[in-house]
């Protein structure tokens, strides 16, 4: 079946550096959608992309859609500590409102 | 705004019981609604997929007679895990689709975790 992977599965920065994750799915997407979940919470919808080799930026957050549709990333420029947390992609498919979640990447940024 | 709520957010129970949980949009109508289930640092795995007035859509592996699925309103849909067995605590989190002029997005309730002794 589907498969949505992301890498990396875990990294820690230091406050101010940057922070890439990537995200692959196995089959073309007809969409890809971020959120991100905080320790104890639930995932928060941040950004949806649809059309090949989108970008959209919210302030500090850069997300990009592969021209294949099949793989996006999450850049964050600058971190602070307010952006610990894992972030999820989540892949839809044509004729689905179904969301297949990628594996995650766990961001934990040290002051 | 688009807000979905979970109850109960914690739920315990024994063995062998069967548990309730109710996932509601607030300020939106659903007519679909969708159910996941999260291990403790891992990520969301669909159960099923929720639709008001009709049967709801398993995921392959999850079983229906255990994880019953009722969408019964436009606000309202309820899973209940029956004879709860150890290996069903988890996290039990849902989402409802608001639809949108372009594209539909799920919203997420708190979710609701369960620890059955």
């Known amino acids: 079946g589907q498969q949505v992977m992301q890498i990396p599965q875990y990294q820690h920065v230091q406050e101010g550096e940057d922070f890439t994750t990537y995200c692959n799915s196995s089959t073309t997407l007809s969409n890809i959608q971020w959120y991100k979940q905080r320790p104890g919470g639930h995932p928060v919808f941040l950004i949806q992309l649809v059309k090949s080799g989108e970008v959209k930026k919210q302030k500090r957050l850069t997300f990009q859609f592969g021209e294949a549709k099949k793989n996006s990333s999450l850049h964050i420029t600058a971190t602070q500590t307010t952006d610990v947390g894992t972030y999820f992609c989540?892949?839809?498919?044509?004729?689905?409102?179904?969301?297949?979640f990628g594996t995650g990447t766990r961001l934990q940024v040290f002051p | 705004g688009a807000v979905v709520s979970q109850h109960p957010s914690r739920v315990i129970c024994k063995s062998g019981t069967s548990v309730k949980i109710e996932c509601r949009s607030l300020d939106f109508q659903a007519t679909t609604m969708f159910w996941y289930r999260q291990f403790p640092k891992k990520s969301l795995m669909l159960m099923a997929t929720?639709?008001?007035?009709?049967?709801?859509?398993?995921e392959q592996g999850v079983e229906k007679d255990k994880f019953l699925i009722n969408h019964a309103s436009l606000t309202l849909s309820t899973l209940t895990v029956t004879s709860a067995h150890p290996e069903d605590s988890s996290f039990y989190i849902c989402?409802?689709?608001?639809?949108?002029?372009?594209?539909?997005?799920?919203?997420f309730g708190p979710g609701t975790r369960l620890t059955v002794l």
């Open positions: 989402s409802a689709l608001k639809p949108g002029q372009h594209t539909d997005t799920q919203y």
């Open positions: 989540a892949g839809g498919g044509e004729n689905t409102d179904k969301l297949i």
């Open positions: 929720s639709n008001e007035g009709s049967k709801a859509t398993y």
